[in-house]
């Protein structure tokens, strides 16, 4: 049991990264969009779940608020609108492969390139929680002290969101 | 706790315009309860609302940084204040009959409007990239919806829908940019960023330079340069003719404003990372706009590409970065409000229900049935191409002078060139009113409020055209402050 637990303290944050990258080649590999959908939930959630075990509490609700929540309700939603069994029949396997292929590999490769010349100070001996009561409590301090202008500016966006909806989608009522 | 509060309370005057800005703006949208059909009492509040914030604006104190250095109070933002205010009340008194003669609602609209105000305002001062982000969101919906206005015309839709689309993705080039510099940079402040970014090292600078390049290409989206401007054909044209005049002015200034405060302010320092980039956008835009308007039929189409090509005349301001360079981009701006909110005046008067007037062979002569706004029309013309003694030529004389004082012998080169070809196109709507076939008459008569957009536009196009040192010095002393 203190082994198991030991085991699953440490490796944890890569499990869920595997667990990851695994659901992430489900959503484009699976032919039926339903699949894609569900394994795009499940990428939320698991990416949810690495916050979490990097401490970002608030950062973790988030994405399974906005993202789990929302956005794939609006995946789901496209799916209603849309008739996708077209291209079921598509090869998944095509001329375009090879090019993302090669993009993919470039972009591994400026990525890594940035990476190892990165001037990387001493490693940290531990990352505990790094904010005083959470980043929950960390993250409301700052919305509400230093970026009050912003999230005030952000409560007239949302009315003016709101209002442009419902003018552009309101019947017109002829005078 | 009580500390924050305090400096926020202490902060708040320099909001004062913006606050009025708000809460006339939400007063006007519930215009719709109480005065549904009453299209002049809106626009007459409306108008009581840009009044009362340009009266607040000027007794706001200048120089100062406030919102924890979000905020940045400045003879700069003033200026673009003043430009976005003066467009504004403009664009109330032509919409005012436009709305009425076709029966849309005017309290959405004109509370819309205010909003994008507000918007543009916080764009003009922010000193922060996620305040930016924010204002720029705030401006670039609103105006997206007032684009759509008129739901019954099919081309108001598309125009709409292609200018969100395309719209959101720049936001999104922006907030990636903007991303990738605070994960590089470690702040978004944006005098910090002048301090901080010609420090970076090594795979950290390689990220920053992206996130310019993403900044800058989100930017020449906003402002319609070359390669980013395929939007400002479709949505100038699909537009109602007022909103394509509030947008070809308005939304531009304030997305100079934050062009230069990104690039000039925080990004000065690293110039000759992305000056070579602009400088061949606004060689291409330049090029670009000019001859491509001289193909256009639609006058508003033709006012699109001309907006691209002034666009590339004023990225020039960016490009030299002096003071000397920004007084006179400002001026340029000023300069355009009056000539293109004035051309697109007339062509709001000579249109009506049927869509007539928005073709260029509509001007056909005009000069024998309404002498007088045909000379008008020619004044605006002239002062878009750049001739005196109009405003249009103390425009492109300043800022192209301050781009030869900084050196950019090439791009003035173009500029003038391309300004040459621009005649051409000015002209054939000249051409069209005084050699042009007189068609079956067709009366214009101007209502009050046009009557009053036509004086002022035209009479500022002359005037300062004619004596325009009161201008400068405005320019210049605000400036300094």
Request: no cysteine; proline share 3%; net charge neutral.
């Given at each position: 049991?203190?082994?198991?637990?030991?085991?699953?303290?440490?490796?944890?944050?890569?499990?869920?990264?595997?667990?990851?990258?695994?659901?992430?080649?489900?959503?484009?590999?699976?032919?039926?969009?339903?699949?894609?959908?569900?394994?795009?939930?499940l990428?939320?959630?698991?990416?949810?779940?690495?916050?979490?075990?990097?401490?970002?509490?608030?950062?973790?609700?988030?994405?399974?608020?906005?993202?789990?929540?929302?956005?794939i309700?609006?995946?789901?939603?496209?799916?209603l609108?849309?008739?996708?069994?077209?291209?079921?029949?598509?090869?998944?396997?095509?001329?375009?492969?090879?090019?993302?292929?090669?993009?993919?590999?470039?972009?591994?490769?400026?990525?890594?390139v940035?990476?190892?010349?990165?001037?990387f100070?001493?490693?940290?001996a531990t990352?505990?929680?790094?904010v005083?009561?959470?980043?929950?409590?960390?993250?409301?301090?700052?919305?509400y002290?230093?970026?009050?202008?912003?999230?005030?500016?952000?409560?007239?966006?949302?009315?003016?969101?709101?209002?442009?909806?419902?003018?552009?989608?309101?019947?017109?009522?002829?005078? | 706790?009580?500390?924050?509060?305090?400096?926020?309370?202490?902060?708040?005057?320099?909001?004062?315009?913006?606050?009025?800005?708000?809460?006339?703006?939400?007063?006007?949208?519930?215009?719709?309860f109480?005065?549904?059909?009453?299209?002049?009492?809106?626009?007459?509040?409306?108008?009581?609302?840009?009044?009362?914030?340009?009266?607040?604006?000027?007794g706001?104190?200048?120089?100062?940084?406030?919102?924890?250095?979000?905020?940045?109070?400045?003879?700069?933002?003033?200026?673009?204040?003043?430009?976005?205010?003066w467009v504004g009340?403009?664009?109330?008194?032509?919409?005012?009959?436009?709305?009425?003669a076709?029966g849309?609602?005017a309290?959405?609209?004109?509370?819309?409007?205010?909003?994008?105000i507000?918007?543009?305002?916080f764009?003009?001062?922010?000193?922060?990239?996620?305040?930016?982000?924010?204002?720029?969101?705030?401006?670039?919906?609103?105006?997206?919806?007032?684009?759509?206005y008129f739901?019954?015309?099919?081309l108001?839709?598309?125009?709409?829908?292609?200018?969100?689309?395309?719209?959101?993705?720049?936001?999104g080039?922006f907030?990636?940019?903007?991303?990738?510099?605070?994960?590089?940079?470690?702040?978004?402040?944006?005098?910090?960023?002048?301090?901080?970014i010609?420090?970076?090292?090594?795979?950290?600078?390689v990220?920053?330079?992206?996130?310019?390049?993403?900044?800058?290409?989100?930017?020449?989206?906003?402002?319609?340069?070359?390669?980013?401007?395929?939007?400002?054909?479709d949505?100038?044209?699909?537009?109602?003719t007022?909103?394509?005049?509030?947008?070809?002015?308005?939304?531009?200034?304030?997305?100079?404003?934050?062009?230069?405060?990104?690039?000039?302010?925080?990004?000065?320092?690293?110039?000759?990372?992305?000056?070579?980039?602009?400088?061949?956008?606004a060689?291409?835009?330049?090029?670009?706009?000019n001859?491509?308007?001289?193909?256009?039929e639609?006058?508003?189409?033709m006012?699109?590409?001309?907006?691209?090509?002034?666009?590339?005349?004023?990225?020039?301001?960016?490009?030299?970065?002096t003071p000397?360079?920004?007084?006179?981009?400002i001026?340029?701006?000023?300069?355009?409000?009056?000539?293109?909110?004035?051309?697109?005046?007339?062509?709001?008067?000579?249109?009506?229900?049927d869509?007539?007037?928005?073709?260029?062979?509509?001007?056909?002569?005009?000069?024998?049935?309404?002498?007088?706004?045909?000379?008008?029309?020619?004044?605006f013309?002239?002062?878009?191409?750049?001739?005196?003694?109009t405003?249009?030529?103390?425009?492109?004389?300043?800022?192209?002078?301050a781009?030869?004082?900084?050196?950019?012998?090439?791009?003035?080169?173009?500029?003038?060139?391309?300004?040459?070809?621009?005649?051409?196109?000015?002209?054939?709507?000249?051409?069209?009113?005084y050699?042009g076939?007189?068609?079956?008459?067709?009366?214009?008569?101007?209502?009050?409020?046009?009557k009053?957009?036509?004086?002022?536009?035209?009479?500022?196009?002359?005037?300062?055209g004619?004596?325009?040192?009161?201008?400068?010095?405005?320019?210049k002393?605000?400036?300094?402050?």
């Open positions: 049991m203190e082994a198991l637990v030991s085991f699953f303290s440490h490796y944890m944050l890569y499990i869920l990264m595997g667990l990851t990258l695994l659901t992430a080649v489900g959503v484009v590999y699976s032919k039926n969009a339903v699949h894609s959908v569900v394994a795009l939930l990428t939320m959630i698991l990416v949810a779940g690495i916050y979490l075990m990097l401490d970002a509490e608030f950062i973790a609700a988030v994405q399974l608020l906005v993202y789990a929540g929302g956005i309700v609006l995946f789901v939603f496209m799916l609108l849309v008739a996708l069994h077209k291209d079921e029949a598509q090869r998944l396997f095509n001329t375009y492969t090879v090019v993302s292929l090669g993009l993919v590999a470039f972009l591994v490769i400026v990525l890594a940035v990476f190892f010349g990165m001037p100070g001493p490693e940290p990352v505990t929680n790094i005083k009561g959470g980043s929950t409590e960390a993250v409301a301090g700052t919305l002290s230093t970026y009050i202008l912003p999230f005030e500016i952000a409560s007239i966006l949302l009315l003016v969101v709101m209002v442009g909806a419902i003018v552009l989608t309101k019947e017109r009522v002829k005078s | 706790m009580s500390d924050i509060l305090t400096r926020i309370a202490a902060d708040t005057p320099l909001i004062l315009p913006e606050i009025i800005l708000v809460i006339g703006a939400t007063v006007v949208l519930f215009g719709a109480f005065a549904r059909r009453n299209t002049r009492l809106i626009a007459a509040l409306t108008l009581v609302t840009l009044v009362a914030a340009a009266i607040a604006l000027f706001v104190p200048l120089g100062k940084t406030g919102f924890f250095g979000l905020y940045r109070s400045d003879g700069f933002s003033l200026l673009f204040k003043v430009i976005v205010l009340i403009l664009v109330v008194f032509i919409s005012m009959d436009y709305l009425e076709r849309y609602e309290a959405e609209f004109f509370a819309l409007l205010l909003y994008s507000v918007g543009m305002f764009m003009a001062s922010a000193n922060d990239l996620l305040t930016i982000f924010i204002s720029l969101e705030l401006m670039a919906i609103s105006v997206y919806v007032m684009v759509g739901k019954d015309n099919e108001s839709n598309e125009a709409s829908f292609k200018y969100f689309i395309l719209g959101a993705f720049s936001s080039f907030i990636f940019g903007a991303s990738l510099i605070y994960g590089a940079v470690g702040t978004t402040r944006i005098d910090l960023l002048a301090d901080k010609p420090f970076l090292s090594g795979g950290i600078g990220f920053a330079t992206i996130g310019v390049l993403f900044m800058l290409v989100a930017l020449g989206f906003k402002t319609a340069l070359f390669p980013f401007h395929q939007w400002a054909p949505a100038y044209e699909g537009a109602p007022p909103v394509t005049a509030f947008m070809s002015v308005a939304p531009k200034a304030a997305a100079f404003a934050i062009f230069l405060r990104v690039f000039v302010y925080a990004f000065g320092n690293v110039r000759y990372d992305w000056v070579p980039i602009l400088s061949v956008i060689i291409m835009t330049m090029i670009w706009g001859f491509t308007a001289i193909r256009q639609n006058i508003k189409r006012l699109a590409y001309s907006s691209i090509a002034h666009a590339g005349y004023m990225s020039l301001g960016i490009i030299a970065g000397m360079a920004i007084k006179s981009m001026l340029y701006l000023v300069a355009y409000s009056f000539m293109n909110i004035g051309a697109f005046a007339i062509v709001i008067i000579l249109s009506r229900k869509g007539y007037g928005e073709k260029i062979n509509d001007f056909n002569g005009l000069a024998h049935t309404n002498p007088l706004l045909a000379a008008i029309m020619l004044v013309m002239l002062s878009l191409a750049g001739i005196p003694p405003i249009g030529f103390f425009g492109k004389f300043y800022l192209f002078g781009a030869i004082n900084s050196g950019l012998y090439l791009l003035v080169t173009v500029a003038l060139a391309t300004s040459v070809a621009s005649l051409y196109y000015y002209f054939r709507v000249v051409k069209a009113m050699l076939d007189m068609p079956a008459k067709r009366t214009v008569s101007l209502t009050l409020s046009e009053v957009t036509v004086f002022l536009t035209a009479f500022g196009t002359l005037v300062v004619i004596y325009p040192t009161p201008l400068f010095e405005f320019i002393t605000t400036f300094l402050r």
